[in-house]
């Protein structure tokens, strides 16, 4: 159920909306807007009746919503979010395409610097990187743990750049948050349930990847946990599907972009290096990504990629990288917009 109001609600109507619908046992969920404030129910079992809120003060009227993903979808909200980082100068889901960058994993501080310096020349908004590695094998590189998370602060702080990393288990949020200005739920965590609730209690944005095989469907019902708990930050990306093609790492669903879009006002980023698995492939990929609508991509870079200890041969060289950059400028006045 959306409850309609004015946007401007009279500060005592909408608490007495939100009281009614606490009084019933469900949670209130106040969404302002430009034309309207609406406020959604969720924890109601079963469809509610409309009159019990249209009699109440200041309310327009009130419409039953039965998508199961309500706080991720478009009939609860039909303006694009948009999701300040760090310090506000990056806005995700805005005008700007923005480009993640860095390597996979943090390996020591020499190689975050310098990486993030490079990209940053380059003209990446968000440096990435990896301190808690989800890997498929507990024989690899598990990432440096809180230590790499401190590189990656001296990083930000060396360069600017907000950070972006990954926050594998319920018992590390607290950690993470400490360090980094949006937390990565990576594709093997989509359906962690504990973690997506315990990250909707954190204050800071989210970007939410797709499953390995996650149906849309799916991916939304996740970014609802998140939302559900109060985090109205969640932006997801799409990093590429299992399929029976079997020439890149994955297949990367580049129709989910405008199929997110129609369903939900979530934005949504695109990772061509886990997409494709192959460092020529990123490039082309990168560029498609920003063709089809996407609010930005996040990309590996690597400057001595054959050291690399994660992914290195899906990493862009600083150069390539730089060249990318210049490409998708390029791009940005025939499909609108500034990077
Ligand atoms: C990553 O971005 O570092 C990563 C591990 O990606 P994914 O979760 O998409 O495999
Ligand atoms: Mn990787």
């Known amino acids: 159920m959306l409850i309609v109001m004015d946007a401007q609600p009279r500060d005592e109507d909408l608490k007495g909306v939100v009281s009614r619908i606490e009084s019933l046992g469900f949670k209130a969920h106040v969404l302002p807007g430009s034309l309207n404030t609406a406020v959604g129910i969720t924890g109601n079992p079963g469809p509610l009746d409309p009159g019990i809120f249209e009699i109440l003060p200041g309310v327009h009227h009130a419409i039953p919503v039965s998508e199961p993903y309500k ?54 908004h968000v440096l990435r990187g990896g301190a808690f590695k989800h890997r498929t094998s507990p024989y690899a590189f598990q ?83 998140i939302l559900a708990e109060g985090n109205a930050a969640v932006m997801l990306c799409e990093r590429g599907i299992r399929t029976f093609s079997n020439h890149t790492r994955n297949t990367l669903d580049l129709n989910a972009v405008p199929v997110v879009q129609k369903l939900s006002h979530l934005p949504i980023l695109v990772d061509p290096s886990h997409g494709t698995g192959l460092r020529d492939k990123v490039v082309p990929l990168a560029r498609a990504a920003a063709a089809v609508g996407a609010d930005g991509i996040i990309v590996e870079v690597h400057d001595r990629p054959n050291e690399a200890l994660c992914d290195g041969p899906q990493a862009l060289s600083p150069e390539m990288f730089a060249d990318l950059v210049k490409q998708l400028k390029a791009m940005g006045p025939i499909l609108g917009y500034v990077m």
Not at 104 to 114: G, K, N
């Open 71 to 124: 706080l991720a979808g478009r009939k609860w909200r039909t303006a694009d979010t948009s999701i300040p980082i760090g310090d506000g100068k990056v806005v995700v889901g805005s005008n700007t395409l923005v480009v993640m960058a860095g390597p996979c994993a943090v390996e020591s501080e020499e190689q975050t610097v310098r990486i993030a310096r490079a990209v940053k020349a380059a003209g990446a």
């Open 143 to 225: 990432g440096l743990g809180e230590a790499g998370l401190k590189i990656l602060g001296a990083a930000r702080a060396e360069t600017g750049l907000p950070v972006i990393t990954e926050v594998m288990g319920p018992g590390d949020v607290d950690t993470v948050c400490r360090y980094a200005d949006i937390l990565q739920v990576g594709a093997r965590n989509m359906q962690n349930f504990g973690l997506l609730r315990e990250i909707g209690r954190a204050k800071k944005p989210v970007m939410l990847k797709r499953g390995l095989s996650a149906t849309i469907d799916e991916w939304l019902m996740s970014a609802e946990y």
